[in-house]
């Protein structure tokens, strides 16, 4: 029983820098491979199928946000009711996590998948994509909706074990199956790209690989976990009221980034056509991965920042804040530099057609040019749920999402005849627009805290 203890000691009382450092690392260099494991189908499929397979994927990808949106709500919940009970000694609701988890996790996978398969087409018209795209699209996305049970299985236990503070284990359990994706996405596609299945056989490859993620997330559950077992499963009345409040900005944040996608890709459709899809499709891929390292810093700070508010020093919050909130806007930079002066080089990693790249590369620039901005909001979102302020987390997503973006997406392409560029500076002025909010409503929250006293250590 040494292991928790000195776990939530490291958390409570190790040096701000050194314990970003020390949550950060194996954080950010596994959302980096779990990264490209989203971004490998895009481009293996880009580079060895075609352009047209690779836009549907890249359409398929909003609508795989609803498992993931869900794991994510389930899974941001646990962790948080986890880390302040941690903090807090609270050994009663550490034994209800898992077995509460699993059971949201079988009833909303089932919904999903049933769902999901029935109505793949529908869906994808949502989006706004084209025959040839769509066509494809559905092929691959009906396969990815069969295996809800185990993405949603393996996202929202793996949150789970970032919340215990097992920042490596977890971390490592992800990144495995992440390599393995980049591994059987090449075999498969080889294998059977001479029957027709091209884009099938990058869903086939995802599904086997979730697959396995699952399987070792259990066993490590039912053997290693030094805090949490699966023990009763079933939905706990005290605990699942709260690991719904603050887990819904996390579905949020998913959910929302499906209806913000689906705009864009439809808008584009309108002032663009296919090609615009493309292109889009493309900027959007690589968005999606520079935002997966500033989620990894992100994990890191969930389980040191609530913790240390389950043990009421507050003090400690902010400081901890200030330290990943500066290292996250460093990381940014990373992404950040090479979009801004490479653009052309960025888009020819998934778009091969001679040309294609280079004409959407000023509309890729200004799309890119508030992205350093992001670290800040990521940070001040997984604050306000790992506090438990469920309502602030979740007004950051929607202004985000819906209230600034999807106005200023439509309007702008009819304002001085913008057109197609007009979609591309929505992208960048909603994150302008939206740092403002953040710092207001963090340093509001930060007022409210009393002076640390009493620390439960």
Not at 187 to 207: D, H, Q, R, S, V
Request: aromatic letters at 10%; charged letters at 10%.
């Amino acid at each position: 029983m040494q292991q928790p203890l000195d776990a939530r000691t490291k958390l409570l009382a190790k040096s701000p820098f050194p314990l970003m450092i020390e949550l950060a690392i194996p954080a950010v260099l596994g959302m980096v491979v779990v990264g490209l494991y989203n971004m490998m189908d895009s481009i293996f499929v880009g580079q060895m199928v075609g352009d047209v397979q690779m836009g549907a994927v890249s359409v398929s990808y909003p609508f795989t946000l609803i498992n993931a949106g869900s794991a994510a709500m389930i899974g941001v919940g646990s962790a948080s009711a986890l880390s302040r009970a941690i903090g807090k000694k609270d050994q009663d609701t550490i034994k209800k996590i898992m077995g509460n988890l699993v059971a949201v996790v079988l009833l909303m996978s089932v919904v999903y998948m049933v769902i999901g398969m029935v109505f793949t087409r529908q869906l994808l018209f949502l989006a706004g994509a084209g025959d040839n795209i769509l066509t494809y699209a559905e092929k691959y996305l009906r396969i990815v909706f069969a295996g809800s049970l185990f993405v949603n299985f393996f996202q929202s236990s793996n949150m789970v074990i970032r919340g215990e503070g097992q920042l490596k284990k977890a971390m490592t359990i992800i990144a495995s199956g992440a390599v393995l994706n980049m591994i059987l996405d090449p075999i498969f596609i080889t294998g059977l790209k001479p029957y027709g299945m091209g884009i099938e056989a990058a869903a086939y490859a995802t599904i086997l690989s979730q697959f396995v993620q699952a399987a070792v997330t259990l066993w490590y559950f039912k053997k290693q976990s030094p805090h949490v077992k699966i023990g009763r499963i079933r939905m706990d009345g005290t605990l699942l009221p709260q690991v719904l409040a603050v887990g819904i900005s996390a579905l949020l944040m998913q959910v929302l980034t499906l209806v913000q996608q689906t705009v864009i890709y439809r808008v584009a459709s309108v002032y663009g056509g296919e090609t615009s899809q493309i292109l889009l499709g493309a900027a959007l891929r690589f968005w999606n991965f520079s935002f997966v390292p500033l989620w990894g810093i992100s994990q890191g700070f969930q389980p040191a920042v609530g913790t240390n508010y389950g043990a009421k020093d507050y003090d400690r919050v902010k400081k901890l804040t200030g330290v990943f909130i500066t290292a996250a806007t460093v990381l940014a930079l990373l992404f950040y530099i090479p979009a801004e002066l490479f653009p052309d080089k960025v888009l020819s990693i998934f778009i091969t057609t001679p040309g294609v790249a280079a004409s959407g590369s000023a509309n890729f620039r200004i799309m890119f040019s508030t992205y350093v901005l992001q670290g800040s909001f990521l940070i001040a979102v997984t604050l306000f749920q790992s506090l438990g302020k469920a309502g602030k987390a979740t007004w950051l997503v929607l202004f985000r999402q819906i209230i600034l973006f999807i106005p200023l997406c439509i309007v702008l392409p009819m304002v001085g005849g913008m057109g197609i560029q007009g979609v591309w500076l929505a992208i960048a002025l909603t994150d302008a627009l939206l740092v403002i909010v953040t710092i207001a409503m963090m340093l509001s929250e930060f007022r409210k805290m009393p002076a640390t006293s009493g620390v439960n250590r």
